[in-house]
């Protein structure tokens, strides 16, 4: 049996027959019909049972048997999910991996079920939210967007960025994506994937208003927070507006309001003004 332990304290694994099904004290919420069965989530809502065949895959010198599992989600009713990708096809069916099992297991609303491959974001009422087909897809700090990624014609993974309405808002050029949500930025980085090339700046609309052949750690209205790597490491500030350029020595840095960075020391971090160029212990909470 492909086990993960997932045993929520008011719900509990049971076997009968060689099979496997889940009760809440003596009522059976899934019956003892499946090979594998992990147990419902953190919120108490969805569970994921499987069940397993074996195929040969024979060759010249050797005979290999292998194991798979055809998984489904089910709710406290035992509904199955049923998703529909956007061209109209439905599935009941999913992969099943550590990292799926641990995913849909946490205190989320959300997760993500993956079939032949690509992942669709659900949420444990069994809505879906996603019908385009993502090799994955996360959420940023911009509530209205997803970051998304996909292989492109060389089979190289490209990241995206799409809305709600999964609308492309930033094309598959890059390989990460950030989202400086307070000032409504979009941070592309094309390292790796584009030979060359620089990142981007967007505006949520979609529209390029910056780019920099350094790599760009954080964009304000104000400024570029840019990182150069050889022949040491250090990040350059670029006032957009004079175009006047400062150096900053830190170990660490990362977003904290507007035109203020926090910045990490060795082990102290400071709040780093970016305007003023002047930086104050970063308080404890």
């Known amino acids: 049996m492909f086990y993960f332990s997932l045993v929520q304290a008011q719900t509990e694994l049971f076997r009968e027959n060689n099979k496997w099904g889940i009760k809440e004290q003596e009522q059976v919420l899934v019956a003892p019909l499946y090979d594998t069965v992990f147990n419902f989530d953190s919120t108490?809502?969805?569970?994921?049972?499987?069940?397993?065949?074996k195929s040969a895959t024979a060759s010249k010198f050797i005979k290999v048997i292998k194991t798979s599992y055809s998984c489904n989600y089910l709710d406290r009713n035992s509904k199955k999910l049923v998703i529909r990708n956007a061209a109209g096809d439905t599935n009941s069916?999913?992969?099943?991996?550590?990292?799926?099992v641990e995913e849909y297991a946490g205190n989320t609303p959300y997760f993500k079920a993956v079939t032949k491959g690509k992942k669709y974001l659900i949420t444990k009422d069994f809505k879906q939210l996603t019908f385009n087909d993502y090799h994955d897809i996360r959420f940023c700090d911009e509530p209205s967007f997803y970051i998304t990624q996909n292989l492109n014609e060389a089979e190289v993974m490209?990241?995206?960025?799409v809305n709600r309405r999964e609308e492309?808002?930033?094309?598959?050029?890059?390989?990460?994506i950030q989202v400086n949500a307070q000032d409504s930025l979009i941070i592309a980085c094309s390292a790796g994937v584009r030979r060359n090339a620089g990142d981007d700046i967007y505006n949520y609309e979609g529209k390029i208003v910056e780019s920099s052949y350094k790599?760009?750690?954080?964009?304000?209205?104000h400024y570029l927070v840019l990182k150069v790597y050889e022949p040491k490491e250090y990040?350059?500030?670029h006032n957009l507006t004079t175009k006047e350029e400062k150096n900053l020595i830190a170990d660490e840095l990362i977003v904290y309001q507007h035109d203020e960075v926090a910045i990490r020391i060795k082990n102290e971090w400071y709040i780093y003004d970016l305007v003023s160029n002047q930086k104050k212990p970063l308080k404890k909470e």
């Open 168 to 176: 492309v808002i930033v094309p598959y050029l890059y390989s990460d």
């Open 215 to 221: 790599h760009v750690v954080l964009a304000t209205h």
């Open 235 to 237: 990040y350059v500030i």
């Open 44 to 53: 108490s809502k969805i569970c994921l049972v499987c069940f397993k065949s």
């Open 93 to 100: 069916v999913f992969s099943v991996s550590k990292n799926i």
């Open 158 to 161: 490209v990241t995206g960025l």
